[in-house]
């Protein structure tokens, strides 16, 4: 198993940068990748961005390309997404995945954190 804790969320002015955490214990062994999801209240969850723990490749969300930059450090098994300019539509609980088994671009995640609120106020 592995265990996903989220940080770094809170609340920020519009035009404010925010960088969010994921720590991965566990079986890290079995990380190949991470995932960031977010859910805006009243919307579904969705994807924003992901990175291949070998090789550092990254894809992003179409929408999501510019503003937010997906980062790891595999020796501290750890994630981060890098949000600047943030916008009020920001506003959202911000979630960390991982997946189970190793599939590039990444199809499915198996492993979750409980996520961390991200508030931008205009």
């Known amino acids: 198993q592995v265990q996903l804790v989220e940080s770094g969320g809170g609340l920020v002015q519009a035009g404010g940068s925010l960088r969010l955490s994921c720590a991965a214990s566990?079986?890290?062994?079995?990380?190949?990748?991470m995932g960031w999801f977010r859910q805006a209240p009243g919307k579904e969850r969705e994807f924003v961005a992901a990175?291949?723990?070998?090789?550092?490749?990254?894809y992003y969300a179409d929408s999501k390309k510019g503003r937010f930059t997906i980062s790891r450090d595999n020796a501290k098994n750890t994630a981060w997404l890098q949000i600047n300019s943030l916008k009020p539509e920001d506003t959202a609980v911000y979630y960390c995945?991982?997946?189970?088994?190793?599939?590039?671009?990444?199809?499915?995640?198996?492993?979750w954190g409980q996520g961390t609120q991200v508030t931008v106020s205009s």
């Open positions: 995945a991982a997946p189970g088994t190793y599939s590039w671009p990444i199809s499915q995640y198996s492993y």
């Open positions: 566990g079986r890290t062994s079995n990380i190949y990748g």
């Open positions: 990175i291949r723990w070998s090789g550092g490749s990254t």
